[in-house]
C-alpha cells in the first residue's frame, strides 16, 4: 500500500481531498475521484469498491460513508504491480475497513485526525505482513491489547464502558479503540453486536493462552542412540512432572519467551533443526546468561556444541465458558443487562457441543 487519503463529495462542487498520509505526495487528479463517484453511484449495494485507471502504475479500493449528512471516501492506494498483497485486507476482511473508515471519518473536524490516519496506514501496512503467531504474541506484548483482553474475560462490555475504563482505571488514550481491537476481530476472539438498550457490545468468545509443548519430531539425529536415549529420558521426566498450571500463574513462558523477541526468533528457528551454540548465541544477542536460564526452564537442550529445541511455545484458541459464571454474578450485581446477559450466553452457548467437550485450538 503507498497511502490513504480521505475524500469529501461536495455536492455542489464535487470531490475534494481532505488529508492522505503519508502526506508528501500531491494527492491524485480530480478526475480520478469523479471515476471512483461514478463506481459508486454503479454500485449501491456495496460500500467498497476498487478501480484500477487506465494508463496508470496506481489502483484504489475505497469505502463510502456518510457522516453529519456529508459524503466521504476512504481510499487506499497501492501500486498495480502489489495487487494480490495489498487487496489481501480488503478481500478477507471488508468489515476491518468499514470499521476504520467509519472512525477516521468521525474524527475529520479533531486535532486527533492527523495521529488516526497514521496508525490507520500503520495498522493496515503490517495487517498482512504478521503471520498468526506474531499477531497473536502482541496480545501478550502490547499493554492495551493485555489489559482489554482481560477486561473481556469479565463478560460483555459496550464500547462507551470498555472506553471509560480504559481511560480512567488504566490511563490509556482510547481515540482509536476500534483500530485496536482490529487485531481481535481478526483472530476471531470477540464478537461485536448492538443489544437492544446498549451499543456497540462486545463479546469475547475466545480466549487465548499459550503453552509448552514437545517438538512435532525428535531434533536428534536417530544415528546418536546415546544421545537420542538421552533426550528423550530429559523429555519424558519433564514432561510427566510438566504443571502448566503454575507456568501459566508464574508467567514463565510470557517473561521468558513471549516478552523477548530474541528468545522467540530462536524457538522458531530450532523448530527447523539444531544450531551450534555460537549460532544461538548470535540469535540471542551474546547474551550468555540468558542461554543458561533457557537452558535451566528447560526451553531448549545442549549437547556436542548445539542446541536443540526441547521446549516449543505454542499458542492456544478456547472457548471461555468460565465467563458464563462471572455473567451471573454481574447480572445478579445489575452490572449488565438482561438483554446483554443473554447475548452473551447465546454466544458461548452456540460452540457448546455435548456436556464433555473440549473446544480449542493450537495455533
Not at 501459566?248 to 510470557?254: C, F, G, H, K, L
Not at 484458541?317 to 450466553?345: G, T
Request: one cysteine or more; hydrophobic letters at 35%.
Amino acid at each position: 500500500m503507498e497511502r490513504l487519503l480521505i475524500v469529501h463529495w461536495n455536492r455542489q462542487t464535487g470531490p475534494e481531498p481532505i488529508i492522505q498520509y503519508p502526506p508528501e505526495k500531491p494527492f491524485p487528479p480530480k478526475a480520478i475521484f469523479l471515476k471512483i463517484w461514478a463506481k459508486h453511484e454503479l454500485d449501491k449495494e456495496n460500500t467498497m469498491i476498487e478501480f484500477t485507471p487506465e494508463d496508470s502504475e496506481n489502483s484504489f479500493i475505497s469505502i463510502i460513508q456518510q457522516f453529519e449528512n456529508e459524503i466521504y471516501f476512504f481510499c487506499l492506494v497501492y501500486k498495480q504491480e502489489n495487487t494480490i498483497e495489498n487487496n489481501h485486507l480488503g478481500q478477507e476482511s471488508p468489515d476491518i475497513l468499514a470499521i476504520m473508515s467509519k472512525n477516521l471519518v468521525e474524527l475529520i473536524n479533531t486535532n486527533k485526525i492527523t495521529r488516526a490516519i497514521s496508525e490507520a496506514y500503520t495498522t493496515i501496512k503490517n495487517y498482512s505482513k504478521l503471520d498468526e503467531e506474531e499477531n497473536l504474541k502482541n496480545f501478550f506484548q502490547d499493554k492495551i491489547k493485555n489489559t482489554i483482553l482481560q477486561i473481556l474475560r469479565n463478560g460483555v462490555i459496550s464500547k462507551l464502558d470498555l472506553t471509560n475504563k480504559l481511560r480512567h482505571d488504566y490511563g490509556f488514550s482510547t481515540a482509536n479503540i476500534d483500530l485496536i481491537l482490529i487485531s481481535f476481530i481478526r483472530e476471531n476472539l470477540i464478537v461485536k453486536k448492538n443489544v437492544p438498550g446498549s451499543k456497540e457490545c462486545y463479546f469475547l468468545t475466545n480466549d487465548l493462552s499459550c503453552t509448552r509443548i514437545p517438538p512435532k519430531s525428535l531434533p536428534i539425529d536417530k544415528n546418536d542412540a546415546i544421545l537420542l536415549r538421552k533426550y528423550k529420558n530429559s523429555l519424558e521426566n519433564f514432561y510427566f512432572n510438566y504443571d502448566i498450571i503454575s507456568d501459566i500463574e508464574n508467567r514463565t513462558i510470557i517473561q521468558t519467551v513471549l516478552l523477548d523477541k530474541d528468545v522467540f526468533s530462536l524457538i522458531k528457528t530450532l523448530r527447523e533443526g539444531r544450531v551450534s551454540v555460537n549460532d544461538c548465541l548470535s540469535i540471542l544477542n551474546n547474551k550468555q546468561e540468558l542461554l543458561n536460564e533457557l537452558l535451566e526452564k528447560k526451553f531448549i537442550f545442549e549437547a556436542k556444541g548445539f542446541v536443540y529445541l526441547f521446549s516449543d511455545v505454542r499458542f492456544i484458541k478456547f472457548k471461555p465458558y468460565f465467563i458464563i459464571e462471572r455473567l451471573v454474578e454481574r447480572y445478579k450485581n445489575q452490572d449488565i443487562s438482561l438483554n446483554e446477559y443473554l447475548a452473551h450466553l447465546k454466544l458461548l452457548n452456540e460452540h457448546i457441543k455435548s456436556p464433555t467437550s473440549i473446544d480449542y485450538e493450537i495455533v
